[in-house]
């Protein structure tokens, strides 16, 4: 999900990114933008609240004033208001895999360049480069947590079901 942000909240931008946010700066947004983030507005004058919404009810904007609000907050309400897609990493070789997520709504990525943002990685370990591993494996906590599904010790059903257990 993109977000805009204003020239001045680097911090901010920083917290963002590694949450997995694609955050853009706000002159150069354009379209698909669902939050954005200002700062230094005056209230008095440009009369926006510290949370704001524009557009229809259901595919609305939420304008967030920084001014008005600390980081703490503007983290609350970008976890409450964002649309994060479901995004799922995959080892070169899945494409079956690949194009039923993809019917579904994932966020497909390759798996050497899955990121932070991915929660659920599917390897295909038929040569055993990962013979450690088990069907389902997890590593990291928390936030950081990541589930690795192995393609070759589980069904495709399976790994539809772990994964839609994993990225909720």
Do not use: C, H, W
Not at 54 to 71: C, F, K, W
Request: glycine letters at 8%; proline letters at 3%; hydrophobic letters at 40%.
């Amino acid at each position: 999900m993109k977000i805009a942000i204003q020239t001045g909240l680097k911090s901010l931008e920083e917290l963002l990114k590694a949450k997995g946010y694609d955050v853009v700066p706000f002159r150069e947004s354009g379209l698909g933008v669902k939050i954005s983030i200002v700062n230094d507005i005056d209230e008095a004058y440009e009369e926006i609240d510290p949370v704001t919404f524009y557009g229809p009810e259901g595919d609305e904007m939420v304008l967030l004033n920084a001014t008005q609000l600390s980081e703490e907050d503007i983290l609350r309400y970008v976890d409450k208001y964002a649309v994060k897609p479901k995004r799922v990493a995959l080892q070169n070789g899945l494409e079956g895999l690949k194009e039923k997520l993809a019917t579904k709504g994932y966020d497909v990525v390759s798996y050497a360049n899955g990121g932070s943002a991915v929660r659920v990685t599917v390897i295909n370990n038929v040569e055993g480069a990962y013979e450690e591993i088990d069907p389902v494996s997890f590593f990291g906590e928390g936030e950081n947590e990541m589930v690795v599904l192995d393609a070759s010790k589980l069904t495709e059903d399976q790994i539809m079901m772990y994964v839609e257990k994993y990225t909720a």
